[in-house]
């Protein structure tokens, strides 16, 4: 498996998600947001957390316009894998790549803590390393992860089993308790919680780890 | 001397183009921020306020000949998030 890991002024996960990327085997190349191309061959880009331009206007809304964004969207539309955790879900909704928003959490506070996480599907590529049904723990640390979308996109996202992962106790008001959804292909995974900071035994979990060794496993056989 | 003076700051100011955008949360998409400030608002004497919308003004300053067009193109590719947000554009 061939890994980019986008680099935000502001990221401030993209270390991590290259270490739990390699740690499943993969080759892993940091990518400026600068930079009008990714490298050859990649699999998978992964859009890492942090605060990219300071959440400056709205969570990733900048960071959506930088220059990489055009050779991410190429990648999207050519069928390749796409990984958005936390800011980086943000970036993939104000893209477009993923439907939705991410709005103030209702409490207005941002909250760092594990929270638990109920697999709503193995459908996927990200997915298939858990049963449907398992609750995982998995770290959050956001101020700006509520899911919303209309009516009918959540109706659509459920309809086609496009929601990975939901709170088993909503900590920030997300629609429906929606954590992760997947794009109509299921190609593209935006969740807020953090499976890198669950991926090693130094973490105090690797809940996190599957989600890796599935995209390896699929993607090397690929 | 003075005459001439004003003369050059009103020439300056036809030179200036702004456009003010007034981006806010669609209604139906739950304000938190709008809520807590009404809160405060009730908690410091203020009866009668039944509910609190709270946005952002942007102010742009713009190269003469800028049309409202290319302003509402700015507000949707970046100002606004059109799925949670709303926006008007005032030219000035």
């Not at chain 1, 919680?193 to 699929?218: I, K, M, S, V, Y």
């Not at chain 2, 981006?23 to 004497?45: C, F, M, T, W, Y």
């Amino acid at each position: 498996m061939k890994a980019a890991v986008i680099v935000f002024p502001g990221s401030n996960c993209d270390r991590d998600l290259a270490v739990a990327f390699r740690a499943a085997g993969a080759d892993v190349d940091m990518v400026w947001h600068k930079d009008t191309a990714l490298p050859d061959n990649v699999d998978i880009v992964g859009v890492p957390g942090g605060f990219s331009f300071g959440d400056y206007l709205r969570c990733g809304a900048i960071a959506a316009n930088a220059p990489i964004v055009g050779a991410l969207r190429a990648h999207a539309d050519r069928g390749g894998y796409v990984l958005g955790i936390c800011n980086g879900f943000q970036v993939l909704t104000e893209t477009g790549l993923l439907p939705g928003a991410l709005l103030r959490n209702a409490g207005l506070k941002y909250v760092c803590k594990t929270v638990g996480l109920r697999v709503e599907t193995s459908q996927s590529a990200f997915s298939e390393g858990y049963n449907a049904g398992d609750v995982v723990d998995i770290p959050i640390a956001h101020h700006d992860g509520n899911y919303f979308a209309d009516t009918a996109t959540l109706d659509r996202l459920e309809g086609e089993d496009r929601v990975v992962f939901r709170y088993t106790d909503n900590p920030n008001g997300s629609q429906r308790d929606i954590a992760g959804i997947l794009s109509d292909n299921r190609r593209i995974l935006g969740m807020m919680p953090h499976p890198e900071r669950a991926a090693d035994a130094g973490h105090g979990g690797t809940d996190g780890t599957a989600l890796f060794r599935a995209l390896a496993g699929q993607l090397t056989s690929a | 001397m003075a005459f001439e003076y004003l003369e050059r700051e009103e020439a300056g100011d036809r030179d200036r183009m702004k456009a003010t955008v007034h981006v806010i949360l669609k209604n139906g998409v739950l304000d938190p921020q709008g809520e807590a400030v009404r809160h405060a608002l009730g908690a410091s004497g203020f009866a009668g306020v039944n509910g609190v919308r709270q946005g952002k003004v942007i102010e742009l300053d713009l190269a003469d000949g800028t049309t409202e067009a290319q302003v509402t193109e700015m507000c949707e590719k970046l100002l606004a998030n059109t799925v949670i947000e709303s926006y008007r554009i005032d030219m000035s």
